[in-house]
């Protein structure tokens, strides 16, 4: 069973900048494309970002411009750059494929952003 692991959030400012990572324990980012949900308190899990096995991206209108998924198949790994930050941005993020997201999804990891 592949394990997803989220890492990187944290608080910051309006206007700020974050990188996420999700490991996963196998090789399967750079077989399968991969997305980066987020789940703000009393919403529904909803997709930010994608990234297809051949490196198309494609991104919620709220991140375009902002945000960047990227991808290290040498270490099973996929990123997130978040610039710009705003208060909506606020939610535990989460990586899985897409866009049908079959593993068990990992912990998370708490955005925060608030002045």
């Known amino acids: 069973q592949v394990q997803l692991v989220e890492s990187g959030g944290g608080w910051v400012q309006p206007g700020g900048s974050l990188r996420l990572s999700c490991a996963a324990s196998g090789r399967v980012f750079s077989l399968n494309p991969v997305g980066w949900y987020r789940q703000a308190p009393g919403k529904e899990r909803e997709l930010v970002a994608s990234?297809?096995?051949?490196?198309?991206?494609s991104y919620a209108d709220s991140a375009k411009g902002r945000f960047t998924i990227s991808r290290d198949n040498t270490k099973n790994t996929v990123y997130l750059q978040m610039n710009s930050l705003k208060p909506e941005d606020t939610a535990v993020y989460y990586c899985?494929?897409?866009?049908?997201?079959?593993?068990?999804w990992g912990q998370g990891t708490q955005v925060t952003v608030s002045s």
């Open positions: 899985n494929l897409f866009p049908n997201p079959i593993y068990s």
């Open positions: 990234l297809g096995v051949a490196g198309s991206t």
